[in-house]
């Protein structure tokens, strides 16, 4: 499993496999992972973090799951006989 590194103090330029070579950004981890690794921020501020990710999110448009789900008698009712 490769370990990719995110820090405060990181470069997009690099390569985020080592501390001392770690990403800044939350963008440049996820474009380094391959589905079989794991992301290590524990140099990195979660808020900074968090800001990039919402950041993001409200420039992409809005999907489903997004929306507010509004439980009704009818949902609750498919859902019990999806549960059967």
């Known amino acids: 499993m490769t370990r990719i590194?995110?820090?405060d103090k990181g470069d997009d330029n690099?390569?985020?496999?080592?501390?001392?070579t770690a990403v800044y950004s939350w963008e440049r981890a996820a474009k380094l992972c391959d589905g079989n690794s794991q992301v290590d921020t524990s140099?990195?501020?979660?808020q900074r973090l968090y800001a990039?990710?919402?950041?993001?999110?409200?420039?992409?448009?809005?999907?489903?799951?997004?929306?507010p789900h509004v439980v009704t008698p009818h949902s609750l009712v498919q859902a019990r006989s999806n549960a059967l």
């Open 14 to 20: 690099s390569d985020g496999l080592t501390r001392e």
């Open 43 to 46: 140099e990195a501020s979660m």
């Open 52 to 67: 990039e990710v919402e950041r993001r999110r409200k420039k992409r448009a809005p999907t489903k799951a997004d929306a």
């Open 5 to 7: 590194y995110v820090s």
